[in-house]
């Protein structure tokens, strides 16, 4: 849940320094893009620093799980094929 919060932080982030600078101010959609995605990114490393730790452990708990389910599954059909032979 972490990681989908600081996720929609992140691009509700873009989104307003985006939509301030191309329609505010008229600017290039392209300088306004990236000044929308260096703005977001350092806003949400400085303050939002324990939201970003808590994304980032939940993904990797969420992969490494995914590969030891994915090693015991090998495993096991491994095994029922040795078994049935």
Known sequence: MQFLK???LR???????????YWGLGWNLWICALIGLVVAFAVSYLFFNRLRLAASQEL???MSGD???RRNRIADEDAAAEDRD
Do not use: G
Request: aromatic residues 16%.
């Open 67 to 69: 590969r030891r389910a």
């Open 6 to 8: 600081f996720t929609l």
């Open 60 to 62: 990797a708990a969420r």
């Open 11 to 21: 691009l509700a982030l873009f989104a307003a320094v985006f939509a301030a600078l």
